[in-house]
């Protein structure tokens, strides 16, 4: 099993930026995809963004231009760059991996955009 610990939520105004960081409890030496959740109230947990082994990149459109997804391999972490935040951004982010056969899950972190 590995544990994803998630950092780097909070509150921020309209037009701010946050970074998220997502750190594994150990080392990945193969898997498919680390990527970002979120789930706001009354919606549906959905994909942000993600990064593949290769280093190939996939965004929802709601953030393309605004988010920028990577990966230091030799620290175990991911992050999320979130720039022009909006109110509809706030949400809980979840920190996910993808091995092939499991998907582990962070446990949420908390993201508010508010003036």
């Known amino acids: 099993q590995v544990q994803l610990v998630e950092s780097g939520g909070g509150l921020v105004q309209p037009g701010g930026s946050l970074r998220l960081s997502c750190a594994a409890s150990?080392?990945?030496?193969?898997?498919?995809?680390m990527g970002w959740y979120r789930q706001a109230p009354g919606k549906q947990r959905e994909l942000v963004a993600q990064i593949s082994r290769g280093g190939s990149t996939n965004y929802a459109d709601s953030v393309k231009g605004r988010f920028t997804v990577s990966r230091d391999n030799a620290k175990n972490t991911v992050s999320l760059k979130m720039n022009s935040l909006k109110p509809e951004d706030t949400a809980v982010y979840y920190c996910?991996?993808?091995?092939?056969?499991?998907?582990?899950w962070g446990q949420g972190t908390q993201v508010t955009v508010s003036a």
């Open positions: 150990r080392t990945i030496f193969s898997f498919k995809l």
């Open positions: 996910n991996l993808d091995v092939g056969s499991l998907q582990f």
